[in-house]
């Protein structure tokens, strides 16, 4: 039945494009549409909102800038706004077909007063759907950051809904969800690592990022293959009107970028680079022999776009990213991204927008090590993950009651789960897994429906297809007790890359909005989305040499229905916003492990993993005011998240290690005057779930640590709490030459929060246990950075 | 293998960051429920086998355990067909094998324990080991965390052919050191495919003899015991080593490591836990001088 679906709606929109294409206006209307521009470097502005008075009409613009709406002729006023820039207003008179683009201007030093009549930006009141969050670059530059380095993860930290395991700790989780189910995508490209230096920083560099959107809930009908939250990243176009450099200096690392103009108006580039120097600042503590070790990061950001005329632009983007980790000559480690992103807008008619894209991303690493005696002994691994992905998209403005986006995307992916090579005295041995293949088709369609004054509606289907690829040794196991290895039962060598398995999937994507009274809104929605590849971790936090895992004849894909239901408010007397959003996920075929799994170059992993459920649900509250001197947000998750898989904790429901029942961030920043501004963030929340031992058995001298209980995750760490602030200060202005000081210091009181308790034999007096605590930030952290521009 | 990578990364971030610290606490641990276990490993070396049977105590009481005495322990050479029986004395059961040894390379053995009614049982079978090249010894200034004093290195090749399981444990003028860890060795190295059939036991191995933070001096015995183990006892002391050092950035979830010991009536009621372990022995000893 999808199967057919599939197949039809991957025809029916093709034909679309060929009807819709010829659709022309309907009679006595005409439409208005253009680009929304920042004046000052030709940028685009995403989600600048439009309003047509007298009809108060309110349309937004897209991820490349676009908006288009249609109306009777006759008079109207024209008023766009954005966040941060002056609203600007036109006159016009529509008696046919318009383009009006606009160019804003940023607000400037009456920025005050102008923002708070003039700013409309993507809120929580103007979407129609639930769990969506917007960050831009300059609200990330204001967070108080680690080691003074903005950084976009961290950043997501301070919202409703999103978590880590600890500091240091890689990814983020999403409503109780994992770290892979989370779609991070940038320009388009998928993201398998978004960390560097194991989790401190993220691969993002703030200087090439313009606009970061997330998802909790309520998914585009666009995005799909993860279940837990979907973050689009876009990197800036790079200024088009004249040439800037950015750069700074920092306590980590240091960044540079160049954006200008190629062909003023029409094309334009960014290049963004950093590179950290944290090996430099660790050398004195590192032995004698290891003096000449290196431990890096960098990062390069890439990105140019022509518009070639006025119906077609192309950009093209890039990202390249390494860890390095080195000790002597004897250990080399490396680990990285690498995207590429190629878009072509295409303007059919005015109503009728369309982008394609094109992208490819690799994840990498390789470890090697050498002995540096007299036995000579070395040992190389290899193993990354590549995607290769097209995805056209067609927006059709079709009336001011309907917008209809809808696309197909297809998906391929190439496995390489790993090679290692083991060398001794001359001798040469290799062992090499077996490549995987996987490929993902989709269609979707999704149309916001402005159905009246008090009601909107976004509906959404997401057809989706994956096939589990042959070209590999397909492994086939037989049954046994839960939370034991599989028993091999044969191996089919499977030549051709015919599916080996296949499934379809069928995802409505619904949200619903209804206007109670003015700039108050009820809203609840309701999204399905499944996923097919898999990091395989046992691990507390995610390492760098995990590997992703396509769902095969043996793992099945994953499913999570998400229900929500919300209100948000836009006060009358203040200027704030108060949301609360209530959510219940449902979650099937989770990934989990035997106890003894063994992830590493392992041809029969499969035969080591498990599948369980799991649920989560909550209630987020936030208030946030975004205009004025004093900006910031404080809000407050009450949530669970759960996990049930035959043989652990009893087959009992068990907390997931993503469970923070309580979270409180606060964030608060404030504008001083010219010179100076200030900012600060405060965090508290449950500790995460743990297990501990009740009891010892000495078992050949080793106290081995036992919980008669079997339940797991039964305690929690104590609650994690951290204060951090930060001042900026305005250097000399000087007419080419911009600069700016950012002081910080994290973890102001110096709490130590516990990353984890392990258990331990002291090993002086053996017969003595201990209780240990991690922190991995047992100090305050104090920073400098120095910001220029000119 | 790549647990052993990303605790070296971890070990290392964690070390260079020096803002990070750990602690020793007082945490409340629930009590213990006096789960009744077994000690028993069988080696093939001649002389008393030992086999202990005791009661689990609260995690952080430093008293001796519970000892268990009226059980009645047989050890089954499956393949010879020979018996064992263990009589209790001394708070342990023990069988006096004399100059010959119960344990023989290449045999099946089983371990029945006849407690309140109810048989228990597990089976191991005896590997083969290797043999130890040679123990060297040899002064080292203070480097970084490295202290001064005497290093010691092992030197083994692994045994050819077959994927050959190794536990190693050091012991200091006689009784063993906590301040190395327990080894564990596939082949001479972390993998057990193959990979390094017959090669020379990898660094982490040759150098891990040696506590950096506590480096052996003139006059100490060192001695190094290297006990060749099933596959199946491998990844039970692989679990227990996860367990005894479940630290930095990559710990995993604490967990009951699975044993071999099992009622034999599917409606007993009583569980010992326990792992029947059978192993070679072979040890090279060291004088430091």
């Known amino acids: 039945m999808i199967r057919q679906l599939m197949r039809f709606s991957v025809i029916s929109f093709l034909q679309m494009l060929l009807i819709m294409g010829g659709l022309q206006a309907q009679t006595g209307k005409f439409t208005v549409n253009g680009y929304i521009k920042d004046e000052s470097s030709g940028e685009v502005l995403i989600n600048a909102t439009i309003t047509i008075q007298p009809s108060g009409i309110a349309v937004m613009t897209n991820s490349y800038g676009y ?351 790993g090679k290692g090579v083991a060398s001794s005295e001359g001798n040469k041995n290799e062992i090499l897994l077996k490549r995987r293949y996987g490929a993902e088709t989709a269609a979707f369609l ?74 108050t809104f009820l809203k609840a929605g309701y999204t399905r989305a499944t996923q097919y590849i898999h990091l395989l971790t046992n691990s507390a936090s995610p390492t760098p040499v995990d590997l992703y895992f396509p769902s095969t004849n043996n793992i099945k894909p994953s499913l999570t229905d998400q229900y929500s239901v919300g209100f948000v408010t836009q006060l009358n007397k203040w200027p704030l916003e108060v949301s609360v959003e209530t959510f219940y996920k449902k979650m099937q075929d989770l990934l989990d492990y035997i106890d003894n799994a063994n992830l590493d170059l392992n041809q029969l992993v499969e035969a080591d993993l498990l599948t369980g459920e799991g649920k989560s649900y909550g209630v987020e509250v936030e208030v946030k005011k975004e205009t004025g001197k004093w900006q910031g947000w404080i809000n407050y998750t009450l949530s669970r998240s759960l996990r049930r898989t035959a043989g652990i904790s009893n087959n009992d429901w068990y907390l997931s290690r993503y469970d923070r029942t309580h979270v409180l961030n606060t964030c608060v920043m404030y504008t001083l005057n010219d010179k100076w501004s200030f900012s600060s963030n ?25 919980n008669s209980t079997n339940k797991r995750n039964d305690f929690r760490l104590p609650a994690y709490h951290r204060l951090d602030v930060s001042a900026t200060m305005q250097g000399r202005q000087g007419k080419k030459m911009k600069q700016e000081w950012v002081f910080g210091i994290y ?35 104090p920073s400098v950075t120095w910001n220029f521009k000119f | ?50 086999i202990k049977f005791l009661k689990a105590v609260d995690y952080m ?88 004093g005497y290093y010691v290195k092992l030197y083994v090749h692994d045994a050819i052919g077959a994927v050959d399981y190794y536990w190693i444990r050091t012991y200091k003028n006689g009784s063993l050191n906590y301040h190395v860890g327990e080894m564990l060795s596939a082949d001479g190295s972390f993998s057990d495919d193959g990979l390094t059939d017959g090669y020379a036991f990898i660094p982490p191995f040759r150098d891990g003899v040696t506590p950096g933070d506590q480096p052996y001096e003139k006059g100490d015995v060192v001695k190094v015991l290297i006990r060749g183990v099933s596959k199946n006892s491998y990844e039970f002391l692989q679990q227990v080593q996860q367990q005894l050092t479940n630290d930095g950035l990559f710990g995993k979830v604490m967990h009951n490591v699975p044993a071999n010991l099992n009622n034999q009536s599917t409606t007993g009621k009583t569980k010992i836990y326990g792992w029947f372990g059978t192993v070679s022995e072979i040890s090279a000893t060291k004088k430091v001088e």
Not at chain 1, 470 to 484: E, L, P
């Open chain 2, 61 to 148: 009481n430093r008293n001796a355990p519970e000892v268990v005495s009226n059980a009645q322990i047989t050890v089954t050479d499956v393949t010879a067909g020979k018996s064992y029986p263990f009589t209790f004395s001394n708070g342990a059961y023990n069988y006096d094998a004399g100059s010959s040894s119960i344990g023989v390379i290449g045999h099946t053995y089983k371990l029945s324990i006849t407690w309140n009614g109810e048989q228990f049982e597990a089976t191991d079978d005896l590997k083969r080991n290797t043999k130890i090249d040679s123990l060297t010894s040899e002064f080292k200034k203070k480097d970084g965390e490295d202290k001064e």
């Open chain 1, 682 to 706: 405060f965090t508290l929340g449950s500790g995460t779930p743990s297990t501990f031992p009740d009891s010892r058995l000495d078992i050949q001298g080793m106290g081995i640590p036992y």
């Open chain 1, 747 to 781: 973890n102001l009181y110096a709490h130590q929060n516990a990353y984890s308790i392990y258990f331990q034999t002291n090993k002086d007096e053996p017969e003595k246990k201990e209780a240990v605590r991690l922190s991995i930030i047992g100090s305050l952290i």
């Open chain 1, 446 to 519: 999704e149309d916001t429906w402005k159905m009246n004054s008090k009601w909107q509606l976004q509906a959404g289907v997401r057809l989706n297809r994956y096939a589990y690829l042959g070209n590999t040794s397909v492994f086939y196991f037989r049954d046994t007790t839960a939370n034991v290895r599989k028993p091999l039962d044969h191996v089919d060598n499977v030549t051709s890359k015919s599916p080996v398995k296949e499934w379809y999937f069928f995802e409505p994507r619904i949200s619903l909005r209804y206007e109670l009274q003015k700039n």
């Open chain 1, 67 to 417: 908006y288009s709406v249609t109306l009777p002729a006759g008079k109207y006023t024209m008023l766009v706004t954005y966040s941060g820039f002056k609203a600007s207003q036109k006159e016009i008179e529509l008696k046919g077909n318009t383009t009006v683009d606009v160019s804003m201007a940023t607000a400037g030093k009456d920025m005050q007063e102008v923002v708070i009549t003039g700013e409309k930006k993507l809120r929580r009141t103007n979407t129609v759907g639930m769990g969506i969050q917007q960050l831009s670059a300059s609200t990330i530059k204001k967070i108080p950051a680690f080691m003074g380095e903005p950084d976009v993860v961290k950043a997501l930290l301070t919202l409703p809904g999103v978590t880590t395991v600890g500091e240091g700790s890689a990814g983020f989780n999403v409503r109780g969800g994992n770290v892979d189910e989370n779609l991070i995508i940038m320009d388009e490209a998928p993201v398998y690592n978004s960390s560097h230096l194991l989790g401190f920083f993220s691969v993002f560099n703030p200087d090439a990022v313009k606009n970061v959107t997330m998802y909790k809930s309520a998914f585009p009908a666009e995005y799909g293959g993860r279940t837990s939250s979907v973050l689009d990243i876009r990197m800036k176009e790079g200024n088009n009107q004249k040439y800037n450099v950015n750069g700074g200096i920092g306590n980590v690392f240091s960044r540079l970028s160049v954006e200008g103009p190629l062909q003023k108006d029409r094309s334009s580039f960014v290049v963004a680079a950093r590179r950290s120097y944290i090996d430099v600042l660790a050398k004195p503590f590192l032995k004698e022999s290891d003096r000449n070790s290196t431990m890096y990061f960098y990062d390069l950001t890439a990105k140019v776009n022509y518009e070639l005329n006025e119906k077609n632009t192309i950009y093209l983007s890039g990202y390249f990213g390494r860890d390095v980790f080195g000790f002597g000559n004897q250990v080399k480690f490396k680990w990285g991204n690498t995207t590429g992103t190629f878009r072509w807008n295409h303007l059919f008619n005015r109503k009728l927008f369309l982008n394609t894209s094109v992208y490819y991303s690799k994840y990498d690493y390789s470890l090697k090590f050498k002995s540096d005696d007299d036995v000579q002994q070395g040992y190389d691994w290899t193993s990354d993950i590549q995607t290769y992905g097209i995805k056209p998209s067609l927006t059709w403005y079709a009336s001011n009651k309907h917008t209809i986006k809808t696309g197909v995307n297809l998906i391929y992916y190439d496995f390489f789960p």
């Open chain 2, 1 to 50: 293998m790549r647990n052993k990578v990303v605790k070296y990364i971890s070990v290392v971030l964690i070390g260079a960051s020096f803002a990070s610290c750990t602690k020793v606490i007082n945490l409340d641990l629930p009590k213990a429920d006096d789960l009744p276990y077994v000690d028993a490993w069988i080696t093939d070396q001649p002389g008393v086998q030992t």
